[in-house]
């Protein structure tokens, strides 16, 4: 064992990372009333280590952290991928332009402290990063400072402190958000009924799935087929999932003459239900037992798209309701129901809640796969051919005039933009970027322990000499940077924009990439909305974060 421990070889590292891993991860479960700094242990474990005289080859830790870095920005690109466009429209456009604030006063704290103090600047990103628990920036920001053309004194002294620099600012930036929420609480006197309330009236999106019953009452309706009233483009997103003739149950042909009293099941967009109750008529409480009788032929069952075949393909080109006399009522994606519009555009991995008859849905299942357990297969040629890509993407130089050199996104900014389109784009361009929840949650979580082990360990050599010779500092400097931005935000946000707290926390919680900020507002204010608007900022926050630590680096070189 202590040859594990003294020798420098591969065998020793993976021990001693290992170590630190295992023992950060365990210190993670520990919570103090209900907050824990979770896998950052690991990030404390490792420098406690370092400075007790653990040491890895500094090739093998340079390889160890640029890696781990890659996997866990790749993972967190392919996650948001999907929603990352979808994210600016509407109710998301106001909530990502406070994000970008948060990011912009987040810097603006920080140079102004670095001019004020004179603190280096690349020491002052460190700090930032911590401050906001963003560890891609950190990593972006060392992989800048690693490219330096000619390290100067203070390209070095920023190479050397950076990472204590994080360290010591980031439980006060974990602490400092979750007291901006309590007394933004304090402050807006919020009701917490109330303001449940107000979310669950303002929480319509646009693509979630409302089923509801009809009764078709409309006199220019009577006699008119389902396809003549919805048309071809169908401007009211909706489909007509079963239909009620007296007491016969049965799936609507689309050529099928109404009449009045007829009722109807529409599966529509959310935002779209008053509509279709003018077209059709009063909605009325849905009791699904009454739409499902012994004897009947309708069926109803949930596919999974395993085929990756269809990835790419639309509802509308592949015209299951009258090839197979199915319908098509909701698409459930990454746990959200979306409603099965006809230019929805399919990917593997998508659940699809169907209606019809057992012949039609078994002729479907040729169609789409429906093998679940071929999802749970990882499909590595589209992570490892991006990561590629991603690389050469970070590697390009992007030169502006005030610039003395040449903007890089490295190996932060390079993959996660790459997984992003991928996760985006993949879709549309028949590439099957489908990565199960719980692999690409591996996959994270193994990236980010990694990096944060490597970096710990190369800090543990000097956090003690730094925090001694002045950087104790860095502790208000980080809450300074915590506490003005996300203040100023949140009052923005509630006196401004008008923002429900739930909005708020959610805004915020994605702002900071600060998923302890998350699960501790969902714990104590008991609202899933919170987690709705985490991910509707944290895709535009991540890479902002990411751009905004490198560009801090290439001021001060």
Known sequence: MLDLLTHRDAAGAIFILAIVIASGLYLGKFKIKGISLGSTWILFMGILLGHLGLRINPVMLSFIKDFGLILFVFAIGLQVGPGFFQSFRKDGLPMNMLALALVLLSVATAYIIHLISGENLGIMTGIMSGAVTNTPGLGA??????????????????????????????????????????????????????????????????????????RVENPALFGKTIHHIMGDENPEHLVVARMKRGDKVFFPDLDLPLQEGDELIIVTDVLHKDKVCIIFGEEYPVDMKEWVQPGTKLVAARLSVTKSSITGKTLRKLDIRRKYGVTVTRIMRAGVDLQADADLILQVGDSMKVVGSEEGIQRLIELVGNEPESLHKPNLIPIFFGIALGILLGMLPIRFPSMPQPLKLGLAGGPLIVAILLGHFGPKLRITTYTAVSANLMIREIGISLFMAAVGLGA????????????????????????IPMTLVSLIARWAMKMDFFQICGMLSGGTTDPALLSFSEQMFGSGRIAVNYATVYPLTMFLRVVAAQVMIMIML
């Open 141 to 214: 920001a060392q992989q800048t400072l690693s490219g330096a053309a000619s390290p100067s004194p203070e390209v070095t002294a920023a190479a050397q402190g950076i990472a204590s620099a994080y360290a010591v600012s980031y439980p006060l930036g974990v602490l400092g958000a979750i007291a901006v929420l309590l007394l933004s609480k304090v402050i807006f006197r919020l009701d917490l009924d109330k303001e449940k309330e107000r979310a669950s009236k303002g929480g319509k999106e646009e693509g979630s799935a409302y089923r509801m019953a009809c």
């Open 460 to 483: 543990g050599k000097t956090f003690v000499s730094s925090l001694v010779g002045g950087g104790y500092i860095w502790v208000l400097y980080g809450a300074l940077i915590t506490l």
